[in-house]
C-alpha cells in the first residue's frame, strides 16, 4: 500500500507519490483504511486473512505497535477460506465499528461481519472489541458473494441517509468475473448498531441499485 499526496487546496491538483506506507516495506499488506480515535490517527490494514492496526505519526507511517484482530474463528468466517479481511470503519453515538469481509473473495459466501469497540483501551483487541458470531450481511438466492464494503452519506435537505457500497454477483459461482457494484440505504437500531437488511435489487423500498 502506498500514499499519494496533494498539498494544494484542489483536490484535482497534483499528486506526489509518497511511496510504500513506512513501517510495512516488509510486510504482504491490502485493504488498508484510517481511523481517527481520541485525537490520534489510527491505520487498519489486511495480511494474509487478518486485520491488523496500529498508529500512525504522519499520514504515509506507522509507529508503534502492531495489533492483530485475530483468525477467522466462527462458523461464517470459514465456509470457504479462513479469512478475514476489508475494514471498514463505521461510528455511531460512542461505537466504533470495523465492517469486515469474510471467506475467500471469490466464493458466493464472501460476507460481512463486525467488530465493535465501546471503549477502553482500542488497541486491546481481545478484550474490548465484541465481534459478531454470525454475518450481518450475506448471500441471497439471487445476490452472491456481498462484500468488501465502504460507507457514504447522502444529504437531502435536513435529512440524512446512511449508504453501504458493496461488490456482489448475479450469478452463482462467478467469482471475481461477474462482480457489480451496488449501493444500498441502511438503517441504526436503539443500541447504535447498523442494520444493513439483506443485499437486494429491483425494491425501491431498500434504494437499491447495481452500478
Request: some cysteine; proline content about 4%; hydrophobic content about 30%.
Amino acid at each position: 500500500m502506498c500514499v499519494l499526496e496533494n498539498k494544494n487546496d484542489n483536490p484535482i491538483g497534483r499528486y506526489e507519490n509518497k511511496g510504500i506506507i513506512r513501517g510495512l516495506e516488509n510486510r504482504w499488506n491490502i485493504d488498508g483504511t484510517i481511523l481517527e480515535h481520541e485525537g490520534r490517527l489510527l491505520f487498519l490494514w489486511s495480511d494474509c486473512g487478518r486485520i491488523y492496526m496500529s498508529e500512525m505519526d504522519s499520514p504515509y507511517s506507522i509507529s508503534g505497535r502492531i495489533v492483530d484482530f485475530g483468525p477467522a474463528k466462527y462458523e461464517f468466517e470459514m465456509r470457504c477460506g479462513k479469512v478475514i479481511e476489508a475494514p471498514a470503519v463505521l461510528k455511531r453515538g460512542d461505537k466504533i465499528h470495523i465492517v469486515y469481509s469474510a471467506n475467500n473473495s471469490k466464493s458466493d459466501e464472501y460476507c460481512l461481519g463486525i467488530m465493535t469497540f465501546s471503549g477502553g483501551d482500542i488497541f486491546d483487541t481481545e478484550n474490548c472489541w465484541k465481534r459478531s458470531e454470525t454475518p450481518v450481511f450475506e448471500k441471497t438466492d439471487k445476490i452472491f458473494g456481498p462484500g468488501h464494503c465502504s460507507f457514504t452519506t447522502v444529504t437531502d435537505g435536513d435529512e440524512e441517509d446512511d449508504y453501504i457500497v458493496y461488490h456482489a454477483n448475479l450469478e452463482s459461482g462467478s467469482g471475481w468475473t461477474g462482480r457489480h457494484v451496488w449501493i444500498q440505504r441502511f438503517t441504526w437500531d436503539e443500541d447504535d448498531m447498523p442494520v444493513f437488511g439483506r443485499p437486494s435489487f429491483g425494491n425501491a423500498e431498500a434504494d437499491i441499485k447495481a452500478v
